[in-house]
């Protein structure tokens, strides 16, 4: 599947702008991420892509969801070690393990961009470029700040293996990268 595809077929399953800027979001800190391990950079930033697609189409039912996008890029012959990441960023509600390093950069990657996304609106420009990486690990210790950033799902950065604040910057430079786009 090209990256065109992938975003036609984001078009078609996600209807919030939100959600579509935290897919390209994803998109970003997995391509960023495959690069620095190495790793394939068009299937990571496809599975950042499409991660979500049946978010809105299971929102009250977190126990479905990655397991109908999961069928849908089945369906049209995307490799299992994709398909199988995209089930594993729910694997609590879906009662499956994390078990490759694209299951943990997944997990880690999507969760982030909600943090980052919210430590740049409360920032004076709020421009995702302007974020230091210092900053965003002070709000992360912040409890009361994103409190629906699942800090352990970001951790999971660890099992990359990438520290913490490695992955903090690496994501700020992705997503800055794609700042005009997320509209930060």
Known sequence: MTREQALELLEQHVQADNLRK??????AVMRELAARLGRDVDLWGLAGLLHDLDFEE????PESHGLITANWLEARGLPEEL?????RHNAEALGLQRETVLDFALTAAETITGLIVAAALVHPDRKIGSLKVKSVLKRMKSKDFARNVNRDHIALCERIPMPLADFVAL??????????????
């Open 22 to 27: 935290h897919c390209l979001a994803t998109e």
């Open 171 to 184: 994501s700020i430079d992705a997503m800055a990268a794609v700042g005009d786009e997320l509209g930060l």
């Open 83 to 87: 398909i199988e990441a995209v089930k």
């Open 58 to 61: 299971t929102r009250e039912a």
